[in-house]
Structures are given as C-alpha cells and as structure tokens.
C-alpha cells in the first residue's frame, strides 16, 4: 500500500499549526499553478497532489484520521473522493479568491470620492464666525440623462458577454477562473446609445455655488465636513463629502495663542514710571487700560473675556496687552539736562531689576 505523506508533500512538520499549513500551501500553490506551466502534466498532478494534501489537513477531523490511520476516506491506499471536482472549486475558491475574485458578482454601489477646499479667512471671520459663499469644481450627475449615460428615452442593457453577470468564467485545464468582464467592466450591463451630453459618462464637469457657515473660533488647520456634496457615486452609490480647510490670514495688530488675542502696546518711559491710563484695541473696539506707575517693558496685563470664544465650549479668552517700554530715539538739549539731573538723584530703588542683576554679577565673580 502507497500511503503518501501530506506533510512532507506540503513541506511541514507534523505538529505544524493551521496557519503554517496554510502558508506553505498557498506558496506551493502559486509556484506549481497550472497558468504558469501551460500543458506541462506533471506539473499538473504535482498542483493536484499539494491540494489533496491540503484538503486532508485543513480539515480537523479528516487530520485527525489520517494522523492515526495514514489516510483519509473510508479506505486505506490514500485520499479518494468521488467528488473531488467539487471539492477543489471550493478549495480553489477559499484560497485564490483574493487573486482572482473568484465569486464575484456585479460591481456594488461605490461611494463618490469626497472634496477638498482651501479657504482664508480674516481674523476677525475666525473670531466671530462668517457665511462664506464659494463655487465648488466638481462632478454633476448629467442632467440630460440623470446620470444612466443613456440618451433620454433609452436605458442599459445587459452585457451580452457575461450576461448580466459582470464576471466571465475562463476553463483553464481541470478548473475555471472568474473575471471582471471586460466589455461592461464588472456593471453587467451596457450602453448602446450614449447620452450626447456626457457622451455616456453619466456625469459632467460643473462648480456649485454654495454659503458655507463659518462657526466661531475656528483656526487655521480646522476642517469642516459637509456632508453629500462630494463627487457623486457609481452605479447608486452615495455621495462623497466635501472637507474645507480653514488658513486664517495673519492680522497688523493681534495674533492667536489658543483662545487668548495676544497685542503689543508700546508706552513712553514717562507713561511706564509715573503710570497711565491708555486706550488700546481689541477685538471688539477699544477699551481704557491702567498702567501701574513703575510697570516694566513685557508686562502682561490681562483684560478678561475679549478673546475669542472656544470653538468647543464657547468660553470667551482673554485679550493679553504685552507693554513695551519705548526709549527715546532722539532727545533735545533740555531733555537731557533732565534726564542727567534725574539719573544724578536717583538711587539703586528706583531700578530694583538692575540691582538685583548687578548683585548677582558680583557674587558670581567673588
């Protein structure tokens, strides 16, 4: 009796696992396929073999008997099957489907590819929100023929060469192999007299004209999705979506740390040591601000709640002021006579920040 030994003809150990058997199927399966070796019949018994000994161990329980007994069956000299045909189209198709899209059948409804629109707004737009109208570029369900292809009064019919299927079934020795049909191209069906105004395309090149609403606090990198209004979809797919991607264009005065409007204010020397009061802008027209007398250049003062409002909870920021202490560029005589006459009375408290540095720079070097 000739018991053949399945392991050694897929190349694996005995202990070998489900996934290794598989594995080292497909590879052999793809080496000995018969579309790579056209009329060579030992070839063709090698690629009969390798699936009878997969078809014994992939399966538990026919494993489990040729484990113990040496075969497969209700008799000993090997694997018999009087059905094999059927049983290899349906390892055939449980291993190859992936390659060759055995079962397919008609292409399915395809989801329309979505749209991409970069917009700039102002900052202010950013801030409070706008309606912004724009024309989108995109593709139109034909109106002419409402997206068939087929001239009005006339629709598709169905594909002579694989019948409506969409696949086309090719013999290739002892099994069969299905394809997309090339006529109709997976649709299954054709148009024989072709809309003139997409020429059969059932769609058109065309832009939309639509109002976009800009919600508050948005920023540049921020991205709106609108829903449906992507390219249409094939054979009755849905719609894709359109995305907006917000640039917020850079602002003279103000720019933007999360929620907080951030200025720069210059003040006078005069201002900064005697303290003032100042009319600065924000985002919602100018307000007084107090100066404290002895404020130093790139102190912040905070006025609360004029920023801008969260995009997610709404929750107003604050404007922050930076003071920058300006020094004269030019001085007249008079000036300076003050200035020396104040720079002769004037002690260490008066400039706390450069006594401390000094004093520092003294330790440093002791």
Request: with cysteine; charged share 30%; hydrophobic share 30%.
């Amino acid at each position: 009796m000739d018991q053949k030994d399945y392991y050694k003809i897929l190349g694996v150990e005995r202990g070998a696992g489900d996934d290794e058997i598989k594995r080292a199927y497909r590879k052999l399966a793809q080496e000995l396929h018969p579309d790579k070796h056209h009329g060579d019949k030992e070839v063709e018994e090698k690629f009969k073999l390798i699936n009878e000994a997969y078809d014994a161990l992939k399966d538990p329980e026919k494993r489990a008997q040729y484990d113990r007994f040496g075969y497969v069956g209700t008799a000993p000299g090997g694997y018999r099957d009087a059905n094999f045909g059927a049983d290899f189209q349906d390892l055939f198709g449980e291993v190859f489907s992936d390659f060759f899209g055995a079962g397919r059948r008609q292409a399915a409804p395809e989801r329309g590819a979505d749209l991409r629109y970069d917009m700039e707004i102002t900052f202010e737009e950013a801030a409070f929100g706008a309606e912004k109208t724009v024309n989108i570029p995109k593709t139109a369900n034909c109106e002419t023929c409402k997206g068939t292809g087929a001239r009005p009064g006339t629709s598709r019919t169905v594909c002579q060469t694989c019948k409506g299927a969409g696949q086309v079934r090719y013999q290739q020795g002892f099994f069969s192999i299905s394809r997309p049909c090339s006529v109709c191209r997976g649709a299954g069906s054709v148009i024989k007299d072709p809309c003139g105004d997409c020429r059969g395309a059932g769609t058109v090149r065309t832009s939309k004209k639509m109002t976009v609403k800009i919600p508050h606090g948005v920023d540049t990198g921020s991205r709106l999705r609108i829903p449906g209004e992507g390219e249409p979809g094939e054979r009755g797919g849905r719609p894709g979506d359109l995305y907006i991607f917000i640039n917020v264009a850079p602002h003279p005065l103000f720019r933007r740390e999360n929620d907080d409007v951030i200025l720069d204010v210059p003040i006078s020397f005069t201002q900064a040591a005697l303290g003032a009061e100042i009319e600065v802008p924000t985002l919602e027209g100018r307000v007084k601000l107090k100066v404290p007398p002895g404020t130093q250049s790139g102190k912040v003062l905070r006025l609360k709640g004029k920023g801008i409002a969260s995009l997610q909870t709404g929750r107003l920021g604050n404007a922050q002021v930076i003071i920058r202490v300006e020094t004269p560029a030019k001085i007249n005589k008079r000036q300076r006579e003050l200035l020396e006459e104040f720079a002769s009375i004037s002690g260490e408290d008066t400039t706390p920040l450069r006594k401390n540095f000094f004093s520092k720079v003294k330790e440093m070097f002791e």
